[in-house]
């Protein structure tokens, strides 16, 4: 079948099956596609205002200015008048990982204990959620999704949003190790808990990190020994968290710190500077700006959002929230973009929009959704960016993606051309002309 | 103050010997309600910009004369009154302000009188908290107007309070005086949910919300009967005071109300989300002759269009909120196009502080989702909520005589990139982002800590905020 | 029901002997007493007998069977402070958290409504609270049960003998009120106890007239049964007794004026701590003010700042040490950033208006009394200089603590003056009150002498 192949046809052959099931019947297309007269937003080359992107089996094969010579066997999608930009990437959700939010058995973004490294988001990833396919329409195709809960929460994963497992859909099937820094003070006016049981609490906390931190580098440096020569050494016992940290000390696994606060930023950084053998990253950010030089200094990327959330502080600028992002970025910070979100993370890109609005400008929103989140995470050989070699994730347009009223025409995920379709469309296409008297 | 509660006590005061004292002090005391709360009213002229009207198309090179709040002119090179501010809006965009049919903002000690399922007889006209500093934050987002409503713990919840956002002004002043009495009317999982499964009261299904509704109506109409036959012998009775003083029959506030909404007196908003709830209430109402009523959320609102068409029910909603529980798990974000396509009055709310903020971002991706044009789009957030709020005549749209409450924009206000710059509230400016002092707040506590930081997560049903923590139950995830 | 016979005060005194007996008169000699004008009498005398001041002035002729105390020039006379708004003495409740079948309908008590509760039956006078309103010079105080919306009855005491009923004054003096309300029953907001207040009142003045009718023709009316809850807010709807309201922020102000217009009850307003946000509102409605001398701690930087200030000043009185010097000035003038400058000038200004409070009332000519509600006894003195130091005179303090108490309880015909026919309850100080080391040395209460341990 064409690649031309009108909206209605769809809603005909939907109107006829049946629509109660969750599950999008369409099949993605996969094979040689040439996307011709485009206005290609490459990222990391200048934009190419009419050219060519050739795909084949997954791989973007060819990005030219101008007409490409199109060998045998391609579909042509005319882009006349239509953009490509990279498929987003949103650096923080649950999507995958919970469900309906209310519902308790359905979330699984949480594991029992203050410190389970071990435990693996990718594990728990329904490829058949509900809300991937209303995500990946609106043209974000890779998102990280990771475990919260305890001060060491688990691994997160980089995942496509099209796969039958979370094997298939993994970029990078274990992307990052969460942290969760320990809240220092209270949490709003309605945190009842004694000034002093909060700070002990916090300082606790900070202590059992240190421990677990030492314990686990401890392990990791007796079992690099005990590896590189076992001779007349007794094997010691597996401990399955200490174990899981090891690719951090080893340089293998960044270590992703989600913190808001002003101060417990500045005693991350601290505590990340004693930390010489790790890698790290920062994640939500919240009050970034008002530490944006120290954390530039620190050479520390950010994962930065919500944007679109309330401000921190009662006293301060309602725009603090939105200028959050330019100013992190001004100061020298890598800057990507995260929603946490789980049923809309389709909105990243209007978290994107309001973050370029307000400071940061189109394309160094555009990158912050793009090859930044992809440098962060290790990705940037597959992903973030319309380069020869790379990954066919990406969107066609007819304009500016961060525009809610851009329409997001076409999309591919590692070279499958997803069927425009989610549960959103297709109750819209059964209730739009509705049976008017059952 | 309503004029009907006002006539109520008047009536039953006829115990006091200072009954006329006390109605002669009543009206005096109106009176100085009145200038004590008075409104600011501006006089300002906003030149060349292009004028979104909402029900005349857009207009360019155009200025707006206010005078006393009210819109006087609208046409191309006006003249300022003597002493009138002058905006040179040059470039920019004017729109009707933004208006908030669904908002928990500014109220004092509780949103929820959740321990009964049926509270018609609280008001949050009595606990507005003026000093709420997301007012501002709305201002700073183009609102103008909100319905401040109670929480939907409950099937027949408490009344709501519509409220202009005239920052700075004491809670008499906040309120807008023309607004008629609404309600919030609540079904499916929340109240099943706070009642049966918490307080094993019912209603636990929402077999049990239908006759928790039914059963409040009859029992209100049946004291009507009693109340009334009772006012009447006593007003025969106090001409002259002859004779035995009759039994009164004690007036029930609770089912007053209830009768006030029967009677078209107060508008019910009802928080519903399940398309066959939806038809419940519909067919209730119809019973009862209750008309002019909104479904709020209404996510499956659109599964039955024709059916809210044809009982001219109205529907406010989110523009992509779905998911987060199991009776919205089947929704769409096209909701609120499909609806307006069978011509529902439609409109776009908040139901959070957050939200507030961008709902003309909220309205711009009702275009995306289901093809309005931009005017239909942006009518959900002025006419429309207005005319759920029954205050369409005196805002919604800029329209000579119309109350000037106006949002000055960068750019069209459905673009991502579109900034407020300017909001008037009747003519008066209350947010200019030019001169704008980082801290709004308008009281300030010596215990007020400058390291409290809220990392506020996302608030699913702020509705029930404060109820799952006294139920018991987690709500945040470490989001 | 406010006065109290000469022969009942006589009665009740004969039956409050503690350790002595009662002499016929006593009198202080060489004193100076601080009247209720402001004015002090130097080298004066003051006599009084059965409980009441006979005679007070430089020209008294002391009665030969009063047993004289020589003041020595150095004993400064008081009237008797008076707590017009307590709980001290009241026994702690706790709450009530047992499940209640139906949250919406709870019996009175689970939602606070209490109106027919007496203080004089559960008052305990050997609390803690009740020592510590003595040591600070009070000699009486109107007291209420703890509680919610409507914890019951207030009565006033004399701060004297050991129980409740040898130390009763006047019962019933008002109906005490709140807009506090549990979470687990109705009414679990303010809404909700807003709505109360109406329908209460709504209900006791249906079954007023019910009750009336019956009881003037019984034949003729059915039996409307009683209410003993209801029936003890008829004093208050009839307006034979004033609603005592405790509130502080100027929106719970305006919500209780709401209440009185619509509901037609006389108000006492109490607390009142945020009462400079409205003083012309209280002048307007005319709104008797019973004031908390209650108010939120210095912020902690402020109290660092004046500490190292303190230390500095230390420091360079002692110039030898010219290293600790700089250190120490450093550390005063540690560069704080712009915005954190703005926000502590604005809750300085804040703590300043709080500290103010009672000054600007009086300065807008409200004539506040006192109240201890909120107060915690061990910062009354504290309090008072920072009062003072705010620019509080001690005639004003005095006058709240007396005779403006007194006058809004509506007792100023008896008690909270120095003058003759008025009730023996002095405070007698070794220094003028205010005066920094002054201390209380005895309190005379209802003409019976106890010393200060």
Request: charged share 25%.
């Amino acid at each position: 079948m064409k690649n031309r192949i009108k909206y209605f046809l769809f809603v005909l052959l939907l109107a006829t099956s049946s629509i109660a099931t969750a599950q999008i019947t369409e099949k993605p297309e996969y094979g040689k596609f040439a996307i011709t007269n485009a206005k290609i937003y490459t990222i990391t080359g200048s934009v190419i205002e009419k050219g060519t992107v050739l795909i084949e089996n997954g791989t973007i094969t060819e990005v030219v200015n101008g007409m490409a010579k199109i060998p045998a066997g391609y579909k042509t999608i005319d882009a006349t008048g239509k953009s490509v930009y990279p498929g987003f990437i949103d650096s923080g959700t649950f999507l995958g990982l919970k469900e309906v939010e209310a519902v308790p058995v359905t979330n699984d973004q949480m594991e029992l204990g203050k410190f389970t490294p071990h435990v693996r988001a990718i594990t728990a990833i329904n490829p058949a959620s509900v809300s991937i396919p209303v995500t990946r329409v609106n043209g974000v195709t890779t998102v990280i999704s990771h475990p919260t809960g305890g001060t060491i929460a688990g691994k997160a994963t980089l995942i496509n949003l099209y796969g039958y497992l979370p094997d298939s859909m993994a970029v990078v099937s274990d992307a990052a190790m969460m942290m969760n820094w320990p809240r220092s003070g209270k949490r709003g006016w309605w945190d009842s808990r004694d000034e002093k049981k909060v700070k002990e609490e916090y300082e606790k906390t900070l202590k059992e990190l240190d421990e677990y931190w030492e314990n686990a580098r401890f392990y990791n440096s007796m079992m690099n020994e005990y590896e590189s020569s076992s001779k007349g050494k007794s094997k010691p016992d597996k401990n399955i968290e200490w174990d899981a940290m090891r690719a951090v000390f080893n340089g293998k696994l960044k270590v992703v710190i989600e913190v808001d606060k002003e101060k417990d930023i500045l005693e991350a950084l601290k505590w990340i500077a004693k930390q010489k053998d790790a890698s790290f990253v920062l994640s939500s950010v919240q009050e970034g700006w008002r530490v944006a030089d120290k954390i530039a200094e620190a050479k520390v990327p950010c994962l930065v959002g919500p944007v679109l959330r309330t401000i921190a502080r009662s006293y301060e600028s309602y725009l603090t929230s939105y200028e959050n992002a330019a100013k992190l970025h001004k100061a020298g910070v890598l800057v990507a973009i995260r929603t946490g979100e789980t049923e809309n993370v389709r909105n990243l890109n209007f978290n994107a929009g309001y973050a370029a609005t307000y400071g940061l400008g189109t394309e160094e929103a555009l990158k912050a959704v793009t090859i930044n989140p992809a440098k962060i995470f290790g990705a940037d050989d597959k992903i973030g960016s319309i380069e020869k070699g790379k990954m066919a994730n990406l969107m066609i347009t007819n304009g500016d993606p961060f525009e809610p009223k851009t329409t997001i025409e076409a999309v591919f995920i590692n070279g499958f051309k997803i069927p425009m379709i989610s549960r959103h469309t297709q109750l819209y296409d059964e209730y739009i002309d509705r049976d008017k008297t059952n | 103050m309503n004029l009907t509660r006002k006539d109520e006590l008047m009536n039953f005061k006829m115990k006091t010997k200072q009954t006329a004292l006390f109605i002669g002090f009543l009206f005096v005391f109106g009176m100085m309600v009145n200038v004590a709360s008075a409104q600011k009213k501006g006089s300002v002229l906003i030149k060349n910009a292009t004028v979104i009207t909402i029900t005349n198309g857009d207009m360019e090179g155009t200025d707006i004369l206010v005078k006393d709040g009210i819109i006087a002119e609208i046409g191309k090179n006006l003249k300022a009154p003597k002493g009138a501010e002058v905006v040179d809006a040059t470039g920019k965009f004017v729109m009707p302000g933004i208006i908030d049919a669904h908002s928990h903002l500014a109220i004092t000690n509780g949103v929820n009188e959740w321990t009964n399922p049926v509270t018609a007889e609280v008001s949050m006209e009595d606990v507005i908290d003026p000093n709420d500093v997301g007012m501002y934050a709305a201002l700073a987002g183009g609102v103008t107007s909100i319905h401040v409503m109670h929480g939907s713990a409950n099937v027949i919840g408490g009344q709501g309070e519509t409220i202009k956002l005239r920052y700075g002004a004491d809670q008499e002043g906040l309120k807008f005086s023309e607004a008629p009495r609404t309600i919030k009317f609540a079904l499916g999982e929340n109240p099943t949910r706070v009642h049966g499964q918490g307080f094993n009261v019912q209603p636990r299904s929402r077999m049990g919300v239908e006759q928790i509704v039914r059963q409040t109506f009859d029992a209100a109409i049946d004291y009507k009967a009693k109340r009334d036959a009772y006012m009447e012998e006593f007003a025969k009775w106090n001409k002259r005071k002859k004779g035995d003083q009759p039994n009164p029959v004690a007036k029930n506030i609770r089912y007053d109300v209830i009768n006030d909404i029967i009677a078209g007196k107060v508008l019910v908003h009802c928080h519903s989300y399940r398309a066959d709830e939806i038809g419940m209430l519909m067919r209730v109402f119809k019973d009862y002759g209750v008309e002019n009523y909104t479904f709020q959320h209404v996510l499956e609102g659109f599964k039955v269009a024709p059916e809210l068409a044809k009982h001219k029910a109205h529907a406010s909603t989110f523009s992509d909120w779905w998911a987060y529980k199991f009776e919205v798990y089947y929704a769409s974000a096209y909701n609120a196009a499909i609806m307006n396509k069978y011509g529902v009055v439609t409109s776009i709310n908040s139901d959070s502080e957050e939200l507030i903020r961008h709902l003309n971002h909220e309205a711009a991706k009702v275009v995306k989702y289901g093809g309005v044009t931009d005017n239909e789009a942006l009518m959900m957030i002025t006419l429309n909520p207005a005319k759920q709020l029954g205050i369409d005549k005196y805002v919604g749209s800029i329209e000579k005589g119309k109350q000037a409450d106006l949002g000055i924009w960068s750019a069209h206000p459905l673009s991502i990139y579109a900034i407020c710059e300017q909001t008037f509230v009747d003519g008066t400016s209350y947010f200019n982002k030019a001169n704008d002092p980082a801290d709004m707040r308008l009281v300030i506590s010596p215990e007020d800590d400058y390291e409290l930081v809220v990392s506020a997560g996302r608030n699913n049903d702020s509705c029930m905020e404060g109820v799952f923590e006294v139920l018991g139950e987690q709500t945040h995830s470490h989001e | 029901m406010h006065k109290l016979s000469l022969g009942l005060l006589l009665s009740l005194s004969l039956f409050s002997q503690t350790k002595a007996q009662q002499l016929p008169a006593y009198a202080f000699k060489n004193v100076t007493i601080h009247t209720h004008d402001g004015k002090s009498i130097e080298k004066a005398s003051i006599v009084w007998r059965n409980g009441s001041i006979t005679d007070y002035g430089t020209k008294v002729s002391i009665p030969f069977d009063a047993k004289v105390t020589d003041g020595g020039d150095s004993l400064h006379i008081y009237p008797g402070f008076i707590d017009g708004f307590s709980e001290m003495a009241a026994p702690d409740e706790k709450p009530n958290t047992d499940r209640v079948e139906k949250p919406g309908e709870p019996p009175y008590d689970r939602s606070g409504i209490q109106p027919e509760r007496i203080p004089s039956a559960s008052a305990d006078f050997s609390k803690k609270d009740v020592k510590d309103a003595q040591k600070e010079g009070f000699t009486s105080a109107l007291i209420g049960l703890k509680g919610l919306m409507l914890p019951g009855q207030l009565d006033f005491f004399h701060l004297g003998g050991k129980d409740a009923q040898s130390n009763l004054l006047v019962s019933s003096l008002g109906q005490k009120g709140a807009f506090k309300n549990t979470r687990n029953v109705y009414p679990s907001t303010l809404m909700g106890t807003m709505y109360l207040f109406r329908q209460l009142w709504e209900n006791a003045s249906a079954l007023q007239i019910k009750q009336q009718s019956y009881e003037s023709n019984p034949t003729k009316n059915d039996n409307p049964g009683r209410d003993l809850t209801l029936e003890a807010l008829y004093p208050v709807i009839n307006k034979k007794q004033p609603l005592y309201f405790q509130a502080d922020d100027k929106e719970s102000i305006e919500r209780i004026l709401k209440l009185k217009k619509e509901l037609g009850f006389d108000l006492v307003l109490v607390s009142a701590k945020e009462a400079f946000r409205y003083t012309d509102l209280l002048k307007k409605e005319k709104v008797p003010v019973l004031v908390s001398f209650d108010f939120p701690g210095k912020p902690d930087w402020k109290v660092k700042e004046e500490k190292a200030e303190k230390a500095a000043k230390e420091a360079k009185k002692d110039s030898t040490n010219a290293k600790t010097d700089s250190t120490i000035a450093k550390k005063v003038e540690k560069e704080v950033p712009a915005d954190i400058i703005a926000f502590r000038a604005k809750q300085m200004s804040a703590y300043n208006d709080f500290v103010k409070n009672t000054k600007t009332l009086l300065d807008a000519g409200l004539n506040p009394g006192f109240s201890s509600i909120g107060l915690k006894w061990a910062d009354f003195s504290k309090n008072i200089e920072s009062m003072i130091e705010a620019g509080m005179t001690e005639n004003e303090l005095v006058s709240v603590l007396t005779e403006n108490t007194a006058k809004v309880l509506g007792l100023s015909n008896q008690t909270g003056k120095i003058e003759n026919g008025y009730l023996a309850d002095f405070a007698v100080f070794t220094k003028p009150f205010t005066a920094k080391k002054a201390k209380l040395l005895q309190r005379v209460v209802k003409g019976e002498v106890y010393e200060l341990n």
